[in-house]
Nanobody, 123 residues
Framework: QAHLVESGGGSVQAGGSLRLSCAASAFMYSAYCMGWFRQAPGKEREGVATIAKNDSTTYADSVKGRFTISHDNAKNTLFLQMNSLKPEDSGMYFC?????????????????WGQGTQVTVSS
């Protein structure tokens, strides 16, 4: 069953924090790679952070040191802790899963996507 549900988005002021969650079905959570992507209006969807089965992670340069990707295996849940948020972090955030033995922020590697959760950061 393909099932990814994001939550935790909202509106915050610059400098604030949010924690996004992505609840996954067992099949989804068995993915080789899970990632967070975001898309602002008029812009392409971009990779924010990824985590592989071996717990190796990647981050976009724009979020390094501010965002942390993690997962809870007992709850089949993926997280994205976002600190020191900036207005340019605003957008719809999506979680995604990939099964191709590669883990990067290239969205073509991902097979299933959630519906997204909106993040708005005001200055």
């Amino acid at each position: 069953q393909a099932h990814l549900v994001e939550s935790g988005g909202g509106s915050v002021q610059a400098g604030g924090s949010l924690r996004l969650s992505c609840a996954a079905s067992a099949f989804m959570y068995s993915a080789y790679c899970m990632g967070w992507f975001r898309q602002a209006p008029g812009k392409e969807r971009e990779g924010v952070a990824t985590i592989a089965k071996n717990d190796s992670t990647t981050y976009a340069d724009s979020v390094k040191g501010r965002f942390t990707i993690s997962h809870d295996n007992a709850k089949n849940t993926l997280f994205l802790q976002m600190n020191s948020l900036k207005p340019e972090d605003s957008g719809m955030y999506f979680c995604a899963t990939g099964y191709r033995g590669l883990c990067s922020r290239d969205r073509s590697l991902y097979d299933f996507w959630g519906q997204g959760t909106q993040v708005t950061v005001s200055s």
